[in-house]
């Protein structure tokens, strides 16, 4: 168990509206990711960080924007959300001591109506 | 841009046999692999890690192999049981590893049969 919980596990949400996505680890490991899963799509990495007020952009980073001030928690924001953030959001971590294994969340289903 | 492509897309078994999932990429400047398998409505689960110097990594039933300079994985499962039946991801991480992300492949959803 890599101690991680993303919360809210679901949410709907309409058109315009701000949506924060945060995924929360207990041990203190310095890689952070989001991706998103879509039908025909894969997972795909939207930012990712390497440490407190260190992130990038991943490959579909347009429309969201992350934080990380603390090691445990990285947010994921959408400022305006539109119908094709609708998607299933998975936070991993890496633990540098297993060689970069990289483990993920149970995702966090967020429906933009 | 690394693509990484797995084949087949959708595979159905008899319980009891022994199965090989493929997985290939396309730029061979890897610094590792990672097989995860989801389950309905879950997050993944790491199965097996390989590192680029590596050739193989075997984790109970599962047994994966890599050939870097081709550009290729196997994931085998032996005595498939209905258990195993889920969708089954292949990612790999650029060669420089550190922070960089996982590019992932589409995934073989696999059903074994009772």
């Known amino acids: 168990d890599a101690g991680i919980t993303q919360s809210p596990r679901h949410k709907v949400t309409e058109t315009g509206t701000p949506v924060t996505l945060r995924c929360h680890q207990t041990e203190n490991h310095r890689y952070m990711y989001w991706y998103r899963q879509d039908p025909g799509h894969g997972l795909r990495l939207i930012h990712y960080?390497?440490?407190?007020?260190?992130?990038d952009k991943g490959e579909v980073s347009d429309g969201y924007s992350v934080s990380r001030s603390k090691t445990e928690d990285f947010l994921l924001t959408l400022e305006s959300a539109t119908s094709s953030q609708t998607s299933v959001y998975f936070c991993?971590?890496?633990?540098?001591?297993?060689?970069?294994?990289?483990?993920f969340g149970e995702g966090s289903r967020l429906t933009v109506l | 841009k690394q693509e990484v492509t797995q084949i087949p897309a959708a595979l159905s078994v008899p319980e009891g046999e022994n199965l090989v999932l493929n997985c290939s990429f396309t730029d061979s400047a890897i610094y590792n692999l990672q097989w995860f398998r989801q389950d309905p409505g879950k997050g993944l689960t790491s199965l097996l890690l390989i590192q680029s110097s590596q050739r193989e990594q075997t984790s109970g039933r599962l047994n994966a192999s890599l050939d870097k300079s081709s550009g290729r994985s196997t994931l085998y499962i032996a005595a498939s049981q209905p258990g195993d039946s889920a969708t089954y991801l292949c990612a790999v991480r650029p060669g420089r590893g550190g922070a960089d992300g996982l590019t992932f492949g589409k995934g073989t959803h696999l059903i074994i049969q009772p």
């Open positions: 960080s390497y440490g407190v007020k260190d992130t």
């Open positions: 991993a971590i890496s633990q540098e001591g297993r060689a970069g294994e990289l483990f």
